[in-house]
């Protein structure tokens, strides 16, 4: 049987029958294979609304699994860990022009996303913070910290923390999304966290996670916000659990 | 502003947030877990995994898996979401 035939027939129904898809006397059974077809339709949409819960309420079950289906025809699971399907589908969802309507609706599920992620990082212990104190003054501008691998952010136009929280009640009253939002989520030791941090500490925490150097991302997030607090904003992200425990290494300079 | 009196002014402003708030003192790791309310807007969730299943067998063969015929809106919660002082959509579909 070719596989890549049978790869491409299953997502596209327009093609024929796969040769070798048979019944027991040797007919072709277009049926079985239609259930089959249908059950990798259904079983990803099922997946990829089991990641994106607050997105699916957002539109709908019935948007919600039309979006999904034209996402997996154009993004199947690249890794056998179903947990990992849809690392692409916030991009998909800001492509996708029946949701242009929702301008908060990619960034929500980019969240998501990071929340999931966050969920399966792997286990490491939070930089405690009063190590920070011990890197030298003049060093400290040129650090690296090492981030701890549950660490994301999502920085938003829409109040996209605001959205998620109010999902994670049974019903959803009036939420007004017109407010940026820069939400962090971390894993410190078990429990996903949450939390939606001050402006310029997004801008700040966005640098950092980027790789920037603690010099180079305060410079950027005093460009953006002249009251930018880097003491707090620092001390904060490492409160949170952002950074992961290692020896505290200077930039080369 | 200089190499030098950024430095300077980083580490300042860390002493300064230290002593500011609560962290003053050495915390052990187990108490770092309920610190996280200092700082930021703290959002409860459901702690449970989100994606898990996936292998169910919902599939029929007459399930309508064709995206080409698309009239589906939006109609879920976002019609209580408020854009801009409107309810629902920013713009019309």
């Known amino acids: 049987m070719d596989q890549s ?7 596209d129904p327009s093609l024929p029958l796969p040769a070798g898809v048979t019944c027991a006397r040797g007919e072709p059974d277009a ?3 239609s259930v089959y077809r249908n059950n990798v339709v259904a079983s990803l949409s099922r997946a990829l609304g089991e990641r994106f819960p607050v997105v699916r309420r957002l539109v709908g079950d019935e948007f919600f699994n039309g979006m999904a289906r034209a996402f997996l025809t154009v993004s199947l699971p690249r890794s056998p860990l179903i947990f990992a399907y849809g690392d692409t589908f916030p ?23 990071n929340w999931t992620r966050a969920y399966h990082a792997a286990d490491a212990t939070p930089l405690p913070v009063e190590r920070l104190l011990a890197i030298a003054p003049e060093r400290l501008a040129g650090i690296r910290l090492l981030l701890h691998p549950a660490v994301a952010l999502a920085r938003s136009d829409f109040a996209i923390g605001t959205i998620w929280q109010a ?3 049974e019903v959803v009253g009036s939420v007004i ?27 700040f925490a966005d640098s950092v996670l980027r790789g920037e150097t603690l010099g180079e991302a305060a410079a950027t997030a005093f460009a953006r916000h002249p009251d930018f607090d880097f003491g707090h904003a620092l001390l904060g992200l490492a409160s949170l659990g952002a950074f992961a425990d290692s020896p505290l290494q200077g930039d080369p300079a | 502003m200089n190499r030098q009196t950024l430095a300077l002014a980083l580490a300042g402003s860390l002493v300064s947030a230290f002593a500011t708030t609560a962290y003053a003192a050495p915390l052990p790791a187990e108490k770092m877990v309920g610190m996280e309310k200092c700082y930021g807007i703290a959002l409860k969730g459901q702690n449970d995994c989100a994606a898990g299943a996936g292998t169910t067998c919902a ?15 939006p109609a879920g919660t976002c019609t209580s979401m408020e854009v801009n002082g409107h309810m629902g959509m920013l713009k019309p579909m």
């Open chain 1, 5 to 11: 035939a049978f790869a491409a027939a299953l997502l």
């Open chain 1, 31 to 33: 049926t079985r294979f």
């Open chain 1, 91 to 113: 991009d998909f969802v800001a492509g996708f022009a029946p949701a242009a309507a929702l301008p908060y609706l990619a960034d929500t599920a980019r969240l998501e996303a």
């Open chain 1, 167 to 169: 999902h994670q009640a």
């Open chain 1, 177 to 203: 999304v017109a407010a940026s939002e820069s939400v962090l989520v971390t894993r410190p030791t078990f429990d996903v966290r949450v939390h939606v941090v001050p402006p310029a500490d997004g801008v």
């Open chain 2, 59 to 73: 599939g029929t063969s007459t399930m309508d898996y064709q995206a080409n015929a698309w009239k589906a809106v």
